[in-house]
Every structure is written in C-alpha cells, then in structure tokens.
C-alpha cells in the first residue's frame, strides 16, 4: 500500500517562494501535485513520471514551479517560485502503481496524500 505525506505548506507573502515535499512509501511509476480551493475542482499542477524522468505542467504555472523527484529519498518536490495570491489552496501529493500516458487527470492516480496549505497574501 502506497503512502503519501506532504510537508512544507504555509503562509507567504506575493513573490515568494515556498518549497513542497511529499514522502512516498510503497512502488510507484508516477507522481504529482495538485491543487483546489473550497468549491472548486481538484486542479492538476505538475506531475513527474519515474521511468523517464519526465515532467509535466499546468499552463498557470508553467515557468514559476517545478517538480523533481528523488528516487534515492523516495520523495518528490515542489519548488514554488514568483508566487501569487490566486496559488493559494491545499497542495495535494498523488501517485500512482500503474502505467499510463496521461498525468493531468485525477483519474490518473490511485494514491493520496492529505493535503497541505499554501496561502499567499497580497
């Protein structure tokens, strides 16, 4: 059984930075963040497929996050830089056990963490 831990949420001012992490027990081939407020969707923001080592982006953070993976560690990271007011939300780590093509989707992944929260004042 796949187990997911988040760390490193907090309160930051506009422009900051902030730096997530999310220990990972058990085998998986994927992993991700995602995001939501209250009364909204559950929004993909970067994945990372172990295999290749590829990653992958939301359009709204493209250039300003990055996701890395640390095998060694079995953790994954994400480096949140330039941040702003409408970043904030409970950052969520996902993974997943089996194969696939698609990194964006919910469905994607099997495997939760509990959230952590990201709040950026203006």
């Known amino acids: 059984q796949v187990q997911l831990v988040e760390s490193g949420g907090g309160l930051v001012q506009a422009g900051g930075s902030l730096r997530l992490s999310c220990a990972v027990s058990?085998?998986?081939?994927?992993a991700g963040w995602f995001r939501q407020v209250p009364g909204k969707d559950r929004d993909f923001v970067a994945a990372?497929?172990?295999?290749?080592?590829?990653?992958y982006y939301a359009d709204s953070i493209k250039g300003r996050f990055t996701i890395s993976g640390d095998l060694a560690n079995n953790a994954i990271y994400l480096q949140m830089n330039s941040l702003k007011p409408e970043d904030t939300a409970v950052y969520y780590c996902?993974?997943?056990?089996?194969?696939?093509?698609?990194?964006?989707?919910?469905?994607?992944?099997?495997?939760w963490g509990q959230g952590t929260q990201v709040t950026v004042s203006s």
């Open positions: 996902a993974a997943r056990e089996f194969y696939s093509n698609s990194f964006s989707m919910r469905a994607d992944y099997n495997f």
């Open positions: 058990g085998h998986t081939t994927a």
């Open positions: 990372i497929s172990w295999g290749f080592g590829s990653t």
